[in-house]
């Protein structure tokens, strides 16, 4: 079964500062990822998802970017950070060979922009 | 386009009782169906999972939930609530014959009366 890291677990910025979240699978090979973002009292809004290397579609238009240089690595990035961007963010993946929209989702990560 | 709509933002049970969170979708297709359960400061884990097959689905930790077309409802229960079922919960449709994102619901925070 696959397992998903992410990492910091938790991070407090400065606005204006740049960001890079972490995202990496084991357990599986060529697996759909995504990101999420869980805002206080809120749902989760899917941010990017991912069928391949270097393939990244964008769900909203946002300050954040997303990055895949491996099979199984997924960066969530911004070059300057802001206040709204606060919240948990969530990877998940959808493995081969599971249903197709069974996704699993990793432990987050919770940012805090100051 | 699909949506989901979770009823109720909090729901109190004493412990012992049952377990009921109410859960509508709206689907072009015929969707499938989901219940995520997050506990605090922690990544989502699937419940269970409906995609076409029985109606009523038995998920892990003993919640079940029964797809309703003509009410187009998929609520989740367990006949008796147990201190760990504490979280918040979170109802998810997706269309089967779409792109495999998932539309999440905004959560139903179940708290448990000792």
């Known amino acids: 079964s696959q397992t998903i890291h992410q990492w910091p677990a938790t991070l407090v910025q400065p606005v204006g500062s740049p960001l890079s979240l972490e995202c990496t699978v084991e357990?599986?090979?060529?697996?759909?990822l995504y990101w999420y973002r869980q805002a206080a009292g809120r749902g989760l809004q899917l941010l990017f998802y991912s069928v391949g290397i270097g393939q990244i579609s964008s769900e909203v238009p946002q300050n954040l970017s997303a990055s895949r240089p491996q099979d199984r690595q997924f960066i969530l990035s911004s070059k300057k950070l802001l206040l709204s961007d606060s919240g948990f963010y969530l990877c998940a993946c959808n493995p081969v060979g599971e249903y197709q929209e069974t996704q699993y989702f990793g432990p987050g990560t919770r940012l805090l922009v100051l | 386009a699909q949506s989901v709509t979770q009823l109720d933002s909090h729901v109190s049970v004493s412990e012992g009782t049952p377990v009921l969170l109410r859960c509508n979708y709206s689907?072009?297709?015929?969707?499938?169906l989901f219940w995520y359960v997050q506990h605090p400061n922690k990544g989502l884990q699937l419940l269970l999972k409906?995609?076409?097959?029985?109606?009523l689905v038995k998920g892990i930790n003993g919640f079940e939930a029964e797809f309703k077309k003509s009410e187009t409802s998929f609520h989740l229960t367990k006949p008796s609530a147990h201190m760990s079922d504490a979280a918040e919960y979170f109802c998810v449709v997706t269309d089967p014959f779409g792109n495999e994102k998932l539309t999440f619901g905004t959560g139903t925070r179940l708290t448990i009366i000792p």
């Open positions: 409906y995609t076409s097959a029985a109606t």
């Open positions: 689907s072009s297709y015929s969707p499938s």
């Open positions: 357990g599986t090979s060529n697996p759909n």
